[in-house]
């Protein structure tokens, strides 16, 4: 992590860090993923899925904004209740990690201005490993063996994998429905000998 801050060039060393990343297939069942760790490792009870529900189709920027912008209002909203009922939302990260490169940052950058929000914030794009900043043109490259890369591709992978397996839990429960599922008064028994 002392690495990851200087290489970053990070004020502190980032022992909170959420990473956020999208999975759908051509538009349907579009999901969102915010993984969270402390200390360098997965702190998983306060990983969070997001069922994206105001965008239409096939759009990971309007996707990606939907759910970064529902996460930080949920923090400032939770950092303006009294101290007693604040929760796990409330908990800044001192880094975050949205997986692609320049177009989602900017939509990081974008939703982190609008709420008034100074959390430092970059994208990782999967193809080369470069990291893209918010105010440089040109992305950087880590050395392939440092310490720094392995935690910032192990947060990314971990995003990408919890949003993949929530994607195929609503594809295959949205398989699985019937009709008749959305008729009043029929449940699991009932269903079954309708079907029979």
């Known amino acids: 992590l002392?690495?990851?801050?200087?290489?970053?060039?990070?004020?502190?060393?980032?022992?909170?860090?959420?990473?956020?990343?999208?999975?759908?297939v051509q538009?349907?069942?579009?999901?969102?993923?915010m993984v969270v760790f402390e200390d360098g490792l997965p702190k998983r009870a306060d990983y969070r899925r997001f069922e994206i529900k105001g965008v239409p189709g096939q759009d990971d920027f309007a996707s990606m904004e939907e759910m970064l912008t529902r996460r930080f209002s949920r923090l400032l909203k939770e950092k303006a209740e009294p101290p007693g009922g604040r929760r796990r939302f409330s908990y800044p990260p001192a880094l975050v990690v949205v997986d692609g490169?320049?177009?989602?940052?900017?939509?990081?950058?974008?939703?982190?201005?609008?709420?008034?929000?100074?959390?430092?914030?970059?994208?990782?794009?999967?193809?080369l490993e470069e990291i893209y900043f918010p105010d440089r043109p040109d992305p950087l490259s880590i050395a392939r063996g440092s310490e720094a890369l392995f935690v910032l591709q192990h947060i990314r992978d971990e995003a990408h994998r919890f949003a993949i397996t929530y994607h195929r839990q609503r594809r295959d429960r949205r398989a699985l429905s019937s009709p008749l599922d959305e008729i009043p008064g029929v449940g699991p028994s009932r269903k079954r000998a309708l079907m029979k």
């Open 101 to 127: 490169g320049r177009g989602q940052l900017s939509v990081a950058t974008r939703v982190l201005e609008d709420l008034g929000l100074h959390i430092p914030h970059i994208g990782l794009a999967k193809r």
């Open 2 to 24: 002392q690495e990851l801050q200087e290489v970053l060039g990070l004020d502190d060393a980032p022992l909170r860090i959420e990473s956020f990343d999208i999975s759908h």
């Open 27 to 33: 538009g349907s069942d579009v999901v969102g993923s």
